[in-house]
């Protein structure tokens, strides 16, 4: 049946122990991030497997229902209304509201618990985490005493929100922060989470800042690139998740719409380009699975159109070959495709 994704288990198995190795040269922990295939349980089993650090995914339904040993962190900042949840289904989760901590501490009391709290700091990207010029050293003292929580380490978050690069100088700012905290509560933390994927390429670089111990890595893993700038990472693989749909309907039309240009589906007007008469294919796929200017077609000279809800418009005139009524096109993925593309119910998952 198509659409489907055609997921490479083996592949994932290299990306997640070559990534594993990687951080642990440089003496860091990894925590594999699932929420882009929906924590599917076939991947999960590979994190089992291969023993990673920690998996962490940002929705609660996904850590409730994966089957794992493996210490559990939720990513994003806990709902005040589900801090019970928060304690039932995840180890530890990454914070940065005092008022939703003293809740968790109150429910980690009610379920006789003791729950580990990551606090995020904000270095500049400007997403979530206490803004690194605030008193945090009076904050984390308060929690230090609570008595159900552990401030079980320091986290940041880069290249999300504000597109901030890591680079050295930047992440000293949570070094001097740690010390500080540290310093103050008279122990050392466990965890200093530097980052994501982004962080990747000053490993590379061999630019280590010791105090830095662990990543979350979820792009690097099922694209095999990292995330400041998009480069290919030498020695994973690219190609762990493939979109393959058919062609429904294939016929030679104009490329410029007929009579007056009103609104679309969506609501915006379009515009186009008079190329003359054009081999236009329309795909089994549309906007309710995958934005399809995310869609990175293998036979590179595919050109996509256009889509609605249920339709992705394609150029196949200088394709690389002759395609026909029922031939299936490939594509490869970016972040944003795979993640809507596995969140719809509508895409099926082939694992080989």
Do not use: W
């Amino acid at each position: 049946m198509y659409p489907r994704i055609v997921i490479d288990i083996e592949k994932y198995r290299h990306n997640v122990r070559v990534l594993r190795e990687k951080l642990s040269e440089h003496n860091m922990s990894m925590m594999a991030v699932t929420k882009v295939f929906c924590a599917n349980q076939n991947l999960i089993d590979v994190l089992n497997e291969e023993q990673v650090d920690f998996i962490a995914d940002s929705r609660l339904e996904n850590l409730k229902t994966m089957k794992t040993s493996i210490s559990k962190v939720l990513l994003r900042l806990p709902s005040l209304h589900a801090v019970q949840d928060v304690v039932r289904y995840a180890d530890i989760s990454l914070n940065s509201e005092m008022k939703t901590i003293k809740a968790l501490n109150d429910a980690a009391k009610k379920q006789g618990k003791r729950h580990k709290v990551i606090v995020m700091v904000d270095l500049g990207d400007l997403r979530e985490g206490m803004y690194y010029k605030s008193d945090l050293q009076k904050t984390l003292l308060e929690l230090e005493a609570m008595e159900h929580i552990e401030l079980y380490g320091l986290g940041t978050n880069l290249t999300c929100h504000g597109g901030i690069i890591p680079r050295k100088p930047t992440l000293l700012k949570l070094v001097d922060i740690l010390h500080a905290v540290e310093e103050s509560i008279d122990r050392k933390l466990p965890v200093v989470s530097a980052g994501n994927s982004s962080h990747l390429h000053l490993l590379d670089d061999d630019i280590d800042i010791p105090t830095l111990n662990n990543l979350r890595i979820g792009e690097a893993i099922v694209l095999g690139r990292e995330t400041a700038f998009g480069n290919k990472i030498k020695g994973l693989y690219d190609d762990v998740f493939t979109l393959e749909t058919d062609i429904i309907e294939l016929k030679e039309k104009p490329s410029y719409p007929e009579g007056e240009i009103g609104m679309d589906a969506f609501g915006n007007k379009p515009t186009f380009v008079d190329q003359g008469p054009m081999k236009r294919a329309i795909l089994a796929i549309g906007k309710q699975d995958v934005d399809h200017s995310e869609l990175l077609p293998v036979d590179g000279c595919v050109e996509l159109l256009g889509s609605s809800s249920d339709h992705v418009i394609a150029n196949v005139g200088n394709a690389q070959r002759n395609y026909d009524v029922g031939d299936v096109l490939q594509f490869k993925l970016t972040y944003g495709s795979l993640l809507s593309l596995m969140t719809s119910p509508y895409v099926v998952k082939h694992y080989v």
